[in-house]
């Protein structure tokens, strides 16, 4: 039975009397259901990797979490949000950085982005969403977009969301290709989707997939 969340479990209570003691309980928390591989499910019975190391490829900066933990708990200071993430939610009354780069803790400076309570609370959904994909269950939407990198390679990012009760949830996964059939998939980002630009665009390009995978098929 689905409720307010859908089928997933409902947003985790950060555990700590300082917020550096929340974000190393949620470490140690997400590394028993995802970033210890062997914890991790497969996706479409092949090997999801997620990138333990704890610098920051654009600056060099070291780090004391993996970087790609503390992206999914960190959010980007852009001034056109409109609205913020955790409007109408209790981790708006907890927040002290209100999506401000010059707010954030040093960890998240370091890879310019601020900490956000609200992805924080909902990280444990990633391995939740995935199983979910596994089953081909009706919230969820998967599609491949091509692109390119800053080095001009063309690379495929693939899309899995989930939409069902209050939730509209993404996890981006880079696939690893070679002779055109995917071999792994790379941990990109997670996040919840809140805005009108980015549920506009998603739905475009579900759209776009879809028409050309049944071209494809015919």
């Not at 890879?111 to 992805?119: K, V």
Request: hydrophobic content about 30%; aromatic content about 14%; glycine content about 4%.
């Amino acid at each position: 039975m689905s409720g307010i969340y859908g089928k997933l479990s409902s947003p985790l209570v950060l555990t700590g009397d300082t917020f550096i003691e929340m974000l190393e309980n949620l470490e140690e928390y997400f590394a028993t259901i995802f970033m210890d591989k062997d914890a991790r499910a497969l996706y479409n019975e092949k090997f999801i990797f997620f990138n333990m190391n704890r610098f920051h490829l654009g600056n060099g900066n070291r780090l004391k979490y993996p970087e790609r933990f503390l992206h999914i708990c960190s959010i980007e200071d852009k001034h056109n949000y409109t609205i913020f993430p955790c409007n109408n939610d209790k981790t708006y009354s907890l927040c002290k950085t209100y999506c401000n780069l010059t707010n954030s803790h040093t960890e998240f400076k370091k890879i310019n982005r601020t900490e956000c309570l609200y992805r924080m609370t909902r990280i444990h959904w990633i391995p939740e969403i995935i199983n979910l994909a596994n089953t081909k269950d009706e919230g969820i939407t998967v599609w491949t977009k091509p692109t390119t990198d800053r080095h001009k390679n063309k690379i495929y990012k693939h899309f899995i969301r989930y939409e069902s009760g209050i939730v509209d949830y993404v996890i981006i996964l880079k696939e690893d290709r070679k002779r055109g059939y995917t071999q792994k998939y790379n941990f990109i980002s997670a996040y919840p989707v809140f805005t009108k630009r980015n549920k506009e665009q998603f739905k475009e390009d579900y759209v776009r997939y879809a028409k050309e995978t049944i071209e494809v098929a015919n």
